[in-house]
């Protein structure tokens, strides 16, 4: 059993989810964070002051966790240096990044993210350190951000690209991998595609979501034209273009639908539907 595990981005979506299973598995951990008054993480974690901009603050947060997860919260050029104090003392590092090589036209449009994914797996890799890579694709989670707000405001939905299929992936099940990684033996050099159970159209998705929470919802399809000023408040442009270019290039292909979750954990993963019961509150809020 791992002694120690630092997590690097243990406030966010999947973050969160990671500390509580790891301390469901008796696991000691020790979350990095700027703020650590604000963190509001549960009192059994040991949270440190550290900085991934400022790699002297790293070495403490370090000091004994050598088992690390990794999700990237700064800006590039922060990369080389906090992975060269991280890759000196860690001896197993588990990366949250994204399917870069998955060969499906969503996950393969050039943009900012991708490239800084790649040059942290690059940097990682060359250490020699014991790593894992998870690649998972949409999030479940990513409807709160999308259609909670249209949801909330009234009964009107208005998206674009409502053909195109994803296999969104509840944030709870890429948690439960990264524990697997972290915690076990067996996943060195590994780079695992995470999907949800099932293909899913925008349309059908916000569909899902109108019948879980008992509510009848009109949906409008926006025009590639009509989106970026109709969902700016939503979306900023840098997102929304980056999203736009993967939903054009995703129009006519099946979406990758993977069973590394069940093939890991050993049970289903969760579907949309369960994802959307279980946050049934946000939506209606």
């Not at 539907?273 to 049934?280: E, I, L, S």
Request: charged fraction near 20%; proline fraction near 8%.
């Amino acid at each position: 059993m791992t002694e120690r595990v630092l997590v690097v981005g243990g406030t966010g979506t999947v973050g969160r989810h990671v500390i509580a299973e790891l301390l469901a598995n008796d696991t000691v951990v020790r979350a990095l964070a700027r703020n650590p008054d604000a963190c509001q993480l549960p009192s059994q974690v040991e949270v440190v002051r550290g900085d991934l901009t400022r790699p002297d603050t790293l070495d403490s947060c370090l000091s004994g966790a050598d088992t690390v997860f990794l999700v990237w919260t700064a800006p590039a050029e922060s990369v080389v240096n906090a992975l060269e104090r991280i890759t000196r003392q860690a001896r197993r590092i588990v990366f949250l990044s994204a399917p870069l090589k998955t060969p499906h036209p969503l996950f393969q449009q050039p943009n900012a993210g991708r490239a800084l994914a790649e040059q942290i797996e690059r940097l990682i890799e060359a250490s020699g350190v014991h790593w894992t890579f998870l690649r998972p694709g949409m999030f479940a989670a990513n409807a709160l951000r999308w259609w909670m707000p249209q949801i909330r405001a009234g009964d009107v939905v208005r998206w674009p690209y409502l053909s195109v299929p994803t296999a969104p992936i509840d944030e709870r099940d890429i948690a439960t991998v990264v524990v697997r990684a972290l915690r076990e033996d067996g996943h060195r050099g590994a780079e695992y595609v995470l999907t949800g159970p099932e293909s899913l159209t925008h349309l059908e998705q916000l569909t899902t979501i109108a019948r879980v929470i008992g509510r009848p919802l009109r949906i409008e399809e926006l025009s590639p034209a009509e989106a970026p000023q109709a969902l700016r408040s939503i979306l900023p442009p840098p997102v929304l273009t980056m999203l736009m270019n993967a939903w054009a290039a995703a129009i006519g292909h099946p979406a990758v639908v993977t069973s590394t979750f069940t093939d890991i954990a050993g049970r289903p993963a969760r579907s949309f539907a369960t994802w959307v019961a279980d946050h049934a509150a946000q939506f209606a809020a």
